[in-house]
């Protein structure tokens, strides 16, 4: 029989986050609406995955064993698009709220702003090549880290999904869109340009929801892997990535994806999640 127990970290902390929602959709009347048979039904099969694969990894030792550290963080792309269906609960949209934090503290609006300043063709490519290079800094940080050594890259899976799970029950709570989806055309977008901004909008029409701005996990997130990094002291990566990792902070609000306050509540809440993740996983080696 199979036991929540013995699966690894990051299975199991996708069981407690998969049950925490299911409970948050069953509980409150109407949440998800048409769309709660499909996300129970997804849930299933992540879930179903999961436990088959620690089934079949009965020597903890083969490339199963990898696969079930990787496969619970290859879910993000599952579970971030889904918290639109279930963040009007807590609040209403709250952009008109984080626009108006955003002119109280800034003066204005950063994210419309930013492109009229720079607006060269050459930079927007730069900005959604940056912003585009999310999943390659993370992808890295875990690939190294295993290579490092097996329990490095056992950390780093466990606090990069236990940090992208946290970002999702804020955005669950706190529903704001962000610029690209609030703000009227043609100021919620940059101009078509090159290959990298013709990227950024394939993929934006093929999954991005009008959810998850606030805090920006893409800023969060990337400094999270800066940090287990330099923990881990793999001081050449850590140097080549975090040009890279600037440039992408900036990228979320001259691609208008973020406010700019949602960039400063993602950088001031990355450390917390970093020692939060580690601590538990410390514990849960204890």
């Known amino acids: 029989m199979l036991r929540i127990k013995k699966c690894y970290p990051v299975e199991q902390i996708t069981f407690y986050y998969a049950a925490l929602t299911t409970i948050y959709m ?24 999961l436990f088959i694969l620690r089934w079949l990894d009965t020597k903890q030792s083969s490339p199963l064993t990898f696969i079930r550290q990787i496969l619970p963080l290859t879910f993000i792309l599952y579970w971030y698009p889904e918290t ?7 609040f209403p949209n709250l952009d008109g709220f984080f626009m108006e934090v955003d002119a109280l503290l800034f003066g204005g609006q950063p994210s ?18 940056a912003y585009l290079s999310f ?24 606090v ?5 799970f946290v ?24 101009p078509d340009t090159w290959p990298f901004r013709a990227a950024m909008r394939f993929l934006q029409d093929l ?17 999270i892997c800066l940090l287990l990094l330099h923990a881990q002291k793999v001081r050449k990566l850590f140097w080549a ?46």
């Open 167 to 190: 970002y999702y029950l804020l955005f669950i709570i706190f529903p704001v869109m962000g610029p690209q989806f609030y703000f009227p055309e043609p100021d919620n977008c940059t």
């Open 112 to 129: 419309m702003a930013f492109c009229r300043i720079m607006p060269w063709l050459w930079f927007n490519e730069l900005m959604n090549f």
């Open 241 to 286: 990535l975090l040009p890279l990792a600037v440039l992408l902070v900036v990228s979320t609000v001259y691609i208008k994806a973020h406010y700019l306050i949602d960039v400063v509540v993602g950088l001031l809440t990355a450390p917390f999640l970093y020692r939060t993740g580690c601590y538990i996983l410390k514990k849960k080696n204890k």
């Open 135 to 158: 999943y390659f800094i993370i992808m890295l940080t875990v690939l190294v880290s295993y290579k490092t050594e097996r329990a490095k890259g056992v950390k780093a899976s466990f």
């Open 160 to 164: 990069l999904l236990f940090s992208f």
């Open 26 to 49: 069953l509980v409150l009347p109407g949440m998800a609406g048409d769309e709660l048979l499909p996300l129970l039904l997804a849930r299933i099969i992540i879930l179903s995955a």
């Open 207 to 223: 999954g991005e929801k009008p959810t998850g701005a606030f805090p920006s996990s893409h800023v969060g997130v990337t400094v």
């Open 84 to 90: 639109y269906y279930i963040d009007s609960f807590f």
